[in-house]
């Protein structure tokens, strides 16, 4: 079993990251603005069933697998850096189109699939949750537990901050029914995810991995 004061650590850690804006909670956030709460909150599933994911591949051993193969590693960033910019292009083709509330119904379906779809192709998160977990866990005891009260600690803290970022997007609806400020966001967001797409191939060309 671990330590209380690990758990403890291992939180604060955890909440410290989680309350970064990156990518993925700017998504969720952009998702809450534009679609309303209800796509806000699917987008938050959809990134906590991909962190989730990771844990699952860390604990099967598949992420030290992943680490010795850099080719392949560099592949899942390349495909993970091209999805980002799908997602900028997107967002500039369809910028001040939609007006936010008036959502298809699929709009709950589709934050869910692109927030997991994000979430998978950053292999980033890979890197993070192996470089996170060994202090915390004890190799004397069975790893499959510890690993589970771990992802559990996460994911609870990630969809708690992810909350307040679906609140502050549904927050945003209001401002969004003018024109101007649609476009000037979706603009914005398409402009971020474009500049990431960029950074990781950036990163790729000089580096050859993803570090």
Do not use: C
């Amino acid at each position: 079993m671990i330590e209380p004061a690990k758990l403890a650590t291992f939180a604060v850690v955890t909440g410290l990251v989680s309350l970064l804006p990156g990518p993925q909670m700017v998504l969720v956030m952009t998702q809450a603005a534009w679609r309303g709460p209800r796509a806000g909150a699917a987008a938050l599933a959809g990134l906590q069933l991909g962190n989730a994911t990771w844990f699952l591949l860390a604990g099967l051993g598949l992420g030290a697998l992943a680490l010795a193969a850099p080719q392949a590693f560099a592949a899942l960033a390349a495909l993970g850096a091209g999805y980002l910019a799908f997602l900028g292009v997107s967002a500039w083709r369809h910028s001040g189109r939609d007006e936010p509330g008036e959502a298809p119904r699929r709009a709950g379906k589709h934050a869910l699939v692109t927030s997991l779809a994000v979430s998978l192709s950053n292999p980033k998160s890979l890197v993070y949750v192996l470089a996170l977990l060994p202090p915390f866990v004890d190799a004397d005891e069975p790893v499959g537990p510890q690993l589970a009260v771990l992802a559990a600690i996460a994911i609870s803290i990630d969809i708690a901050v992810g909350t307040i970022y679906v609140l502050a997007g549904g927050g945003l609806q209001a401002a969004l029914r003018r024109a101007r400020t649609r476009l000037w966001l979706e603009r914005t967001v398409g402009t971020i995810f474009l500049v990431l797409a960029a950074a990781i191939l950036v990163e790729l060309a000089l580096g050859g991995r993803i570090g």
